[in-house]
């Protein structure tokens, strides 16, 4: 394979590009578990295959790590807020075929929508999985 001048340059032009994108950085440390503001976030030239281009996309969401000041925003370290904590008692439901059982539980993880995490059923010590509901409420699986 013979490298001409032509695509050296062609090459170099590419590069110089990707500088123009931009990465979502953190304004100021923001802990871990905290939901993130519009003002807690600016943007810095450069662009990160697994980052953000843009603060509404982190805006609302939750820090799963701890954020520095000047760091990119990584996609693995924010997510939706958590809206069960851990040792929160929650409502554990479980539907099959007609059965429907409510009962209170312990929450052993924190979770978002959608997520699942162990709960400890208060009446018989049992732990479950379930997967955490918009309401708030556990959907237990069998």
Same mark, same amino acid.
């Given at each position: 394979?013979? &490298?001409?001048?032509?695509?050296?340059?062609?090459?170099?032009?590419?590069?110089?590009?990707?500088?123009?994108?931009?990465?979502?950085? !953190?304004?100021? #440390? &923001?802990?871990?578990?905290?939901?993130?503001?519009?003002?807690?976030?600016? +943007?810095?030239?450069?662009?990160?295959?697994? =980052?953000?281009?843009?603060?509404?996309? /982190?805006?609302?969401?939750?820090?799963?790590?701890?954020?520095? #000041?000047?760091? #990119?925003?990584? &996609? =693995?370290?924010? *997510? !939706? #807020?958590?809206?069960?904590? @851990?040792?929160?008692? +929650?409502?554990?439901?479980?539907?099959?075929? =007609?059965?429907?059982?409510?009962?209170? *539980?312990?929450?052993?993880?924190? *979770?978002?929508? *959608?997520? @699942?995490?162990?709960?400890?059923?208060?009446?018989?010590?049992?732990?479950? /999985?379930?997967?955490?509901?918009?309401?708030?409420?556990?959907? /237990?699986?069998?």
């Amino acid at each position: 394979m013979t &490298i001409t001048a032509a695509s050296l340059t062609l090459v170099l032009i590419l590069v110089a590009d990707t500088s123009l994108a931009d990465t979502v950085v !953190p304004a100021r #440390p &923001i802990r871990a578990q905290s939901i993130i503001a519009e003002a807690d976030l600016t +943007v810095r030239a450069g662009d990160l295959a697994n =980052g953000f281009q843009n603060t509404a996309a /982190v805006a609302g969401q939750e820090a799963r790590v701890v954020l520095y #000041p000047g760091r #990119p925003i990584l &996609i =693995g370290d924010i *997510g !939706p #807020p958590a809206i069960v904590a @851990r040792n929160q008692i +929650v409502q554990m439901r479980y539907e099959n075929n =007609g059965l429907h059982i409510v009962t209170e *539980g312990r929450a052993l993880d924190r *979770g978002a929508v *959608g997520d @699942r995490l162990r709960i400890m059923n208060l009446s018989s010590r049992a732990t479950l /999985v379930g997967r955490v509901m918009q309401d708030g409420t556990i959907k /237990v699986s069998q």
